[in-house]
């Protein structure tokens, strides 16, 4: 049926041509969008017409019903929807035998008159003068709420949105979520700086890169993991606030929260440790939360979630040990592994760090509202600053909302020694197998050889935020275009 509908559109296309009419015209004079119309004529009462009062919208048609000498249709565009209505003795009857045959569901359509309210109390624009601006060749999806099929919606994810203003209006929070990040870090002096993409080691996090390669200089490369060290010689360079929000890539899994390509947002601030970033990460996502909901407490998949502040401050170390009755510093390897052996969680590589990481694991989903995990040990800390007081661990926070990690911070080590031998430790473990550890990255020893100033950083996973903001129960709901098998149509 749909290919049926489709050819019979070509056909009207083709028929259009040949009476010298454009179907796909070049411009149209927009002048409001429908919901400035329904605000600014609100205050009309039922039946009452405004003649002389003039208005110009465009958008596409969602709904149609024609109806001898008149019709009634619905146009969306990204503000919302309007009605219009239409009548053979206002437009001409040429005009409207147009608008009878050649305007359909999905196509889309300026249109210019006056404001009127129905008697039903429907806000609507009376039809003065139309013009198609672009003929839709696939029809519509009828019933698109009830498609089963993920993969179906993530691919088309153009139809998901034309089709559902709930998915279009999530998509709108999600970019007004990462302006209001920036207006903000702005008014704090940060500055917007880019860092390449395309990287010839990896480094800044503890993960599988994308690989590919270099044609012009015949060099394998790999697509960044991290925004951090190249953040960092911003700093050597003289910057002392900077920021980026950008892609990651990650060649992991897909699961509800992990996606191989997700949006990062990393700053580092010049003079500052993790108790400042601490609380400009508490103050930067409060404050975002209640700009998009007006609330500080959020229902999310069934649970509430107080972003309200201050938010809970706990030591990793002893968290495990409340909940596993183990010592992550103290206990030996052995111990580690019969723990997590009892939970049936053993890592693929047994060493310590690994068995660490695995055993916070076992306990993360236990957190729900935002809640800083602090004093990560060194061996899983490779880019932090060891404690000013305390022994085997570093200035390090994770941010923890509804069991995921949100954000991961550090007073950022700046000893050129120090973070060579721990580079030296993670290309080790990348000898004895690990392709997830950081490779040895000897031009960003020589820039803090040149001298870093004391420094507090911090990444933030802006998805996984906006996934709660939404109410949207995987990542792939709140990425526009998110990654899906190949189709045997591709």
């Known amino acids: 049926m749909s290919e049926e509908i489709r050819d019979q559109r070509i056909k009207e296309v083709n028929e259009l041509r040949e009476k010298g009419i454009n179907p796909y015209p070049y411009k149209f004079e927009k002048k409001e969008t429908t919901n400035q119309i329904k605000e600014r004529f609100s ?80 806000l609507s624009v009376f039809v003065e003068e139309f013009e198609l601006l672009s003929k839709t060749l696939q029809t519509l999806p009828e019933k698109w709420h009830g498609l089963k099929d993920k993969e179906i919606i993530y691919r088309q994810r153009y139809v998901e949105m034309l089709s559902n203003d709930d998915s279009l209006n999530r998509y709108k929070i999600r970019f007004n979520i990462l302006k209001t990040v920036r207006e903000e870090l702005n008014k704090k002096d940060f500055i917007e700086v880019e860092t390449p993409v395309l990287h010839y080691l990896t480094g800044g996090a503890t993960a599988r890169p994308f690989e590919t390669k270099l044609n012009a200089f015949d060099s394998e490369m790999f697509m960044r993991i991290s925004l951090e060290l190249y953040l960092k010689r911003y700093l050597v360079g003289g910057f002392d606030k900077v920021y980026e929000i950008g892609k990651n890539f990650r060649n992991e899994g897909i699961s509800y929260k992990h996606h191989p390509e997700f949006t990062m947002m990393e700053l580092y601030q010049a003079y500052a440790d993790y108790f400042d970033i601490m609380d400009l990460t508490e103050e930067l996502i409060n404050t975002v939360v209640k700009k998009v909901t007006g609330e500080e407490i959020i229902e999310y998949n069934g649970k509430q979630i107080n ?164 109410n949207s129960p995987s990542i792939r709901d709140v990425i526009p275009f998110p990654m899906v098998r190949k189709s045997n149509e591709e």
């Open 43 to 122: 205050h009309l009462k039922e039946g009452e017409i405004l003649e002389d009062e003039k208005v110009s919208t465009a958008g596409r048609v969602m709904a149609i019903r024609k109806q001898g000498k008149t019709s009634f249709f619905v146009i969306k565009d990204v503000d919302g929807r309007i009605q219009a209505y239409i009548r053979q003795d206002k437009v001409g009857e040429e005009s409207f035998a147009f608008f009878k045959k050649y305007i359909n569901m999905g196509d889309f359509i300026g249109i210019k008159g006056f404001p009127f309210k129905t008697r039903t109390g429907e």
């Open 307 to 470: 972003f309200s502040r201050p938010w809970k401050r706990i030591v990793l170390t002893d968290y495990i040990k409340e909940k596993l009755n183990v010592d992550i510093l103290k206990d030996s390897d052995e111990k580690l592994l019969n723990v997590l052996e009892e939970h049936e969680s053993i890592p693929e590589i047994k060493e310590r760090g690994h068995l660490i990481e695995k055993l916070w694991d076992l306990v993360e989903d236990t957190i729900v509202d935002p809640t800083f995990i602090m004093e990560h040990p060194t061996i899983i800390s490779p880019l932090a600053k060891k404690h000013r007081e305390k022994e085997d661990v570093t200035e390090r926070f994770e941010l923890i909302i509804n069991g995921m990690e949100i954000a991961n911070a550090f007073s950022e080590l700046n000893d050129p020694v120090e973070q060579l031998k721990r580079f030296e430790h993670q290309a080790k473990l990348r000898e004895e197998g690990d392709d997830e550890a950081q490779m040895m990255d000897t031009d960003f020893i020589n820039a803090l050889e040149y001298g870093m100033p004391p420094t507090g950083g911090l990444g933030i996973g802006w998805d996984r935020i906006i996934m709660f903001l939404t």
